[in-house]
């Protein structure tokens, strides 16, 4: 069909296919602030304002990526760093001329043989972050700032690499901020909303270059972030990528607050972020809550976004001991995809494009554990509930595909015999534990008690096919 510039028409589109049964993406986050690649290992988002508030998470901000931003805060330890590794005097968009050679070098193809081997099915490229520059050469550069953008067509490289390698491609844009436009300084949540560019210039700018983007690499996902200015045309930005890219999809973080009603509520905000969502606009095809977990299956599709630790860009503070583990990792996928949801995991590669090699060796267990469980991940839906347990109180979770129901167990059972509290299935279904073949299966009151072989190998979550469970 045609889209038409009108939120009704719009709102005609449907999610396709593809990004239900997809699953994994992986989020890129490399920029200028790659090269210092450093911030505090304050905690998790949640966490920290929880205890702190919001001038303690700004002050103190886990997110590498907004080097630029903490740099800014008088007295943050981002500030004191800054100035003890390169100078106060030394300004952040002195990094391109590090990023710009050092980028010369990047073989893109090997991210994508890694996002490949993890089992992804999409990767999300930062194509422009807070800090404005631009990682491909823009026919509407920075008006603010001379040659701030990458050198090389970074995205277009990717894009390609990606593609080659069978996978989808999607772009990232900060349309809510960009420091160049307006150089607020965020050091609350009242900053964050004050700080997205209203001027007409900046509706141009950032509308064109999301033109552009679809125009030159026709991303399969629009994902933009913080929000978007009040005077932009949202339908008719989203009809001309529709019309464009058919199946492509558009996240919710295009939210417009109306010029002149003041700052929002940051008890609002908070509770908000509590539950895992900001306020959405008025259309989106999936939601996006950041380090969010769920009880239940949601309606509406969803993707979980994080990093692997508590920064999305290349933070050198970072350690194993603040990332997720290989077993947590698997663990906290296969709950995201029993409650409809999608992760968007985030790596973020050093300033030449070097992957840390604690990063990869995560993707790289999540990619062996799915070449074994991947039937029960990909092209699933959620089942009736997503949470069970067995009798030795091992978590449980379930999907299914057609008529058939995949029970998860998020660890290794130490006992040969299991049983699933609570599930009941159909007489004579055909009960296989992947990776080992058939098992023995009985049906009792309580549940389904399943004879697991011995020895079993420990791994971070183990599937059992029942046949015709779902129906």
């Known amino acids: 069909m045609t889209y038409e510039p009108t939120l009704e028409s719009v709102r005609a ?13 992986i989020f890129i986050h490399w920029g200028l602030y790659s090269v210092p690649g450093w911030a505090p290992t304050t905690g998790p988002l949640h966490e920290v304002v929880a205890r702190e508030g919001w001038q303690g998470w700004f002050a103190r901000n886990p997110y ?52 490949r081997r993890a089992g992804a099915r999409y990767v999300v490229l930062t194509t422009k ?26 995205v277009g490289d990717l894009t390609g690499a990606v593609r080659d390698a069978g996978l989808r491609m999607g772009l990232y844009y900060s349309g809510g901020l960009d420091w160049t436009f307006n150089d607020r300084v965020i050091a609350d949540i009242i900053d964050l909303f004050m700080g997205v560019p209203q001027q007409p210039e ?7 270059h999301w033109k552009e983007l679809i125009d030159r690499y026709q991303p399969s996902v629009l994902w933009n972030d913080i929000g978007y200015p009040a005077a932009a045309n ?50 989106f095809d999936f939601r996006t809550p950041e380090y969010a977990v769920f009880p239940d299956i949601k309606a509406e599709k969803w993707e979980s976004c994080r990093g692997l630790g508590y920064s999305f860009g290349y933070n050198r503070n970072e350690t194993v001991d603040d990332m997720l583990s290989p077993a947590e990792l698997v ?88 049983t699933l509290t609570g599930l009941t299935i159909p007489a004579g279904a055909g009960v296989t534990l992947f990776g080992y073949g058939d098992i023995a299966a009985v049906q009792h009151d309580s549940g389904l008690t399943v004879t697991l072989p011995s020895p079993l190998a420990d791994a971070p979550a183990h599937t059992i096919k029942i046949a015709g469970g779902a129906a």
């Open 13 to 25: 589109h449907v999610v396709p296919d593809w990004f239900h049964d997809a699953k994994l993406g």
């Open 202 to 208: 900046y509706v141009e700018y950032a509308n064109a």
């Open 64 to 115: 590498a990526e907004w080097y630029m931003n903490s740099l800014r805060i008088p007295g943050s330890p981002t500030a004191s760093y800054h100035a003890q590794h390169f100078g106060a005097d030394v300004p952040y968009e002195r990094f391109a001329e590090t990023f710009n050679r050092d980028t010369l070098s990047w073989d893109p193809s090997q991210w994508a043989d890694l996002f």
């Open 234 to 283: 949202l339908p008719e930005l989203f009809s001309y990528y529709y019309n464009a890219v058919p199946e492509g999809v558009i996240n919710d973080r295009f939210t417009q607050a109306p010029v002149g009603d003041g700052p929002p509520d940051p008890a609002a905000i908070m509770q908000a972020i509590a539950q895992g969502m900001l306020p959405a606009p008025p259309h």
């Open 331 to 418: 663990r906290s996928f296969v709950d995201i995809v029993s409650k409809n949801g999608n992760l968007l995991i985030n790596v973020g590669p050093m300033g030449d494009g070097t992957i840390p090699t604690e990063q990869a060796e995560r993707l790289e267990a999540l990619g062996a554990w799915l070449a074994v469980n991947g039937e029960a991940i990909y092209g699933s839906r959620p089942w009736t509930r997503a949470e069970g347990t067995t009798d030795g109180g091992i978590g449980v979770r379930f999907t299914r595909k057609g008529s058939d129901l995949y029970a998860i167990l998020l660890d290794t059972p130490q006992q040969p015999q299991v």
């Open 129 to 154: 972050h807070h800090d404005g520059f631009l990682l491909w050469p823009s026919s509407r550069p920075n008006p603010f700032r001379q040659g701030y953008h990458a050198s090389r067509d970074l």
